[in-house]
């Protein structure tokens, strides 16, 4: 990378694959918006994600020309492998990210970085969903763009609005934290970093932005969901298992005092689903396993059990957000209530298949059982809502220099809220 100031206030970078036929006027068009826009000290860094074209001559004619651009030349493809390449190594205050076609109104790039320069938020992001927002796009993209950041809110409990629109902020402060969290390299990065930035308790701001799609766009819209599934699914997984460790970034930067984004209840649903799935699957294969030896109704029983201790675990982290060990035994002792419940449904439906079908097959009792394990899970889900993990009235939390009302002086929590978390 070219030289470096420290008092540095804003990077600007630019990722660009193959860009040739656009990269110098668009980056001329920027270059000339930010002399005319920012008081503060910044400069435009162009991320060559290894080229194969005229690219990267051309991004370093230039660095030549323009002072405030420089260019930098990566040996991989990856938007993601670039930020974090770039913004890694910058010593700006605050790091920005756009898209090379420059497809967001660069209007909206004082409002993204006033936040963050003065220390009112930890991240900005364009939004091209609030109403205020103008958009030029067809009617494909905006429903995959509005289908999967409502996924993104139902499933992984978050609150911003557009995951995917190339145009970013975050702080150098946010970044030094956050960005070593972050494990994807492409198009998922923007999700990833977002969605950990919010369950660290750090401030997202929202900007609406004016937005023309680039109909020359080389994005894959098939292979780029099918990886943003499989991100979700990833860091939905290290976040439920504590394996992405997000609590040092809250504790480090975070803003006090933070409620853990909330699932709401579509979210729970597919949770639950998903885990629910798994355990028909375990319960089935553990019956067909004690069948033979231990017969029909002690084979159901240990089956159940050993899939619902499992299942009451994963949905305890995975579903209803509660970490760690304080109230796990009580929650262990409720889900063998549960459990006991579910028993009775699988049990049942045993003793009406044998009494109706005397000479049943072991592969007619596993098609019952699955079907009967289906509906105790969806009574698993009730009564874990209901009950086990519902949420619990609480003393109301009194920040310093306030009075509590003396009519208010509880609030409803979730119980995931502890202080165990």
């Known amino acids: 990378m070219t030289e470096t100031n420290p008092t540095l206030d804003i990077d600007i970078v630019v990722p660009c694959y193959n860009e040739q036929d656009t990269l110098a006027a668009h980056v001329r068009r920027l270059h000339t918006f930010c002399r005319a826009t920012f008081p503060q000290r910044w400069r435009i860094t162009i991320a060559d994600n290894a080229s194969t074209d005229d690219t990267a001559r051309i991004a370093d004619d230039l660095a030549a020309m323009l002072p405030e651009v420089h260019a930098v030349h990566l040996p991989e493809k990856g938007r993601g492998r670039a930020l974090k390449a770039v913004w890694g190594a910058s010593p700006a205050r605050v790091l920005v990210y756009v898209d090379e076609d420059l497809s967001t109104d660069l209007a909206a790039l004082e409002p993204l970085v006033a936040p963050l320069l003065s220390g009112h938020s930890d991240l900005a992001i364009g939004t091209r969903l609030a109403g205020s927002s103008r958009v030029v796009r067809g009617g494909k993209r905006e429903f995959i763009s509005r289908s999967y950041n409502l996924l993104l809110r139902t499933t992984m409990g978050v609150s911003f609005s557009d995951a995917q629109c190339g145009f970013k902020a975050i702080t150098r402060q946010a970044a030094e934290h956050v960005l070593p969290l972050c494990e994807d390299d492409a198009w998922f990065f923007d999700t990833e970093m977002l969605v950990l930035a919010e369950h660290a308790g750090l401030r997202v701001h929202e900007v609406p932005v004016d937005w023309i799609d680039d109909v020359n766009s080389s994005v894959d819209i098939a292979s780029t969901a099918t990886e943003d599934l499989r991100g979700m699914w990833r860091v939905s997984r290290g976040l439920a298992t504590g394996r992405i460790p997000v609590a040092p970034v809250y504790q480090a930067i975070g803003r006090q005092p933070f409620t853990t984004p909330h699932i709401g209840i579509l979210g729970q649903v597919l949770r639950f689903g998903a885990i629910g799935i798994a355990s028909t699957i375990a319960f089935a294969v553990l019956y067909a396993l004690f069948r033979p030896a231990i017969g029909a109704q002690t084979a159901d029983f240990l089956a159940l059990l050993v899939t619902a201790v499992g299942n009451t675990a994963l949905n305890r982290r995975f579903t209803f957000g509660v970490r760690g060990r304080a109230g796990a035994g009580m929650h262990q002792v409720q889900g ?31 098609a019952v059982l699955t079907g009967a394990n289906l509906l105790a899970t969806l009574v698993r889900f009730v009564l874990f809502k209901a009950w086990v993990f519902r949420a619990r009235r609480r003393p109301e939390l009194i920040r310093p220099g306030t009075t509590p009302a003396a009519e208010a002086t509880t609030e409803v929590l979730p119980v995931h809220d502890d202080a165990a978390q």
């Open 336 to 366: 063998l209530v549960v459990f006991g419940i579910a028993w009775a449904i699988t049990s049942g439906a045993l003793v009406v298949l044998h009494a109706t079908t005397p000479g049943a097959s072991h592969g007619a009792e596993i």
